[in-house]
């Protein structure tokens, strides 16, 4: 069993007049390999500072707090280390990674969280299973990562990774942005594939409820001026889907 501690987390982004601006205004949040949270706040309300923050984005700026991984302080760590460690952050504008493709770039991921090279025979097979259950073309594997993937694409490939990479907590940011509603179903079915085998907890951030039909959170937090204003269960979310944020907005 894995815990995610984020304590009273204070974020700035680095302007580039090199000045700071406070983002995140104190984020206390824990999650458990098997639990599904959903962080839901307006546009602007620093949910993707703290996915990148979490990351180790080098624009945002730790300025109060802690975030550590069963007990480890990950904010010490790089971005190599923190993937090691257990940590799976699907980002909301993946990079292109020229020249690699999405099999080598699997496999490289793969090694270096394991510490060891899978089995050739087998990874070929898990790979293949992994596309099929998406219903990916096998011709993906050998396009370049990110590179003029469609956003269904992008979405598909982060899911490959999840599956294959079984992190120990994952962090998907606005996953549902730009999914057209078949796309989203088969993201989501992966996401709940992946939950069932109740290694991984995720973190699923959003500012539409739309996803929450697919997947059902066990807990919900609402995310207004950066800091959680209102924690709850899957009703919380269907709340917001009736009502929106406006009720949110006066306690921020
Ligand atoms: P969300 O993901 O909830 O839409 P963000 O974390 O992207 O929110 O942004 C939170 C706030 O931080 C916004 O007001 C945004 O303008 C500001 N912000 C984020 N990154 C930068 C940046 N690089 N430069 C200036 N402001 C930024
Ligand atoms: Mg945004
Ligand atoms: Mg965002």
Do not use: C
């Not at 302080?73 to 699907?90: K, M, P």
């Not at 060891?116 to 219903?135: F, I, S």
């Not at 990110?146 to 907590?169: A, D, T, V, Y």
Request: net charge negative; charged share 25%.
């Amino acid at each position: 069993m894995s815990t995610l501690e984020i304590r009273d987390l204070q974020v700035s982004v680095k302007l580039p007049d090199g000045e700071l601006k406070p983002i995140l205004a104190g984020v206390d949040l824990t999650i458990k390999s098997g639990e599904t949270h959903a962080i839901m706040g307006p546009n602007g309300s620093g949910k993707s500072t703290l996915a990148y923050s979490i990351a180790g984005h080098p624009k945002y700026e730790i300025t109060g707090g802690s975030v550590t991984l069963d007990g480890q302080d990950i904010l010490e760590l790089s971005v190599d280390e923190r993937a090691r460690a257990g940590l799976f952050l699907a980002m909301q504008y993946p990079v292109e990674v020229p020249g690699v493709s999405v099999a080598n770039f699997l496999r490289t991921a793969k090694t270096a969280i394991d510490g060891e090279a899978p089995k050739l025979r087998t990874w070929a097979g898990e790979l293949r299973g992994a596309m099929e259950k998406l219903q990916m073309d096998p011709a993906f594997a050998q396009r370049n990562v990110n590179e003029g993937f469609s956003g269904g694409e992008k979405k598909r490939h982060e899911i490959m990774q999840l599956e294959l990479l079984k992190p120990k907590m994952a962090i998907l940011d606005e996953t549902d942005s730009g999914l057209d509603i078949d796309a989203l179903q088969i993201v989501s079915e992966g996401v709940n594939r992946v939950r069932e085998g109740g290694e991984t907890g995720f973190l699923l951030i959003t500012h539409y409820t739309r996803i929450l039909r697919y997947i059902k959170p066990d807990f919900v937090h609402v995310f207004v001026g950066g800091r959680i204003v209102e924690e709850g269960g899957p009703e919380l979310g269907e709340q917001l889907e009736a009502e929106g944020y406006k009720k949110f907005l006066v306690k921020a």
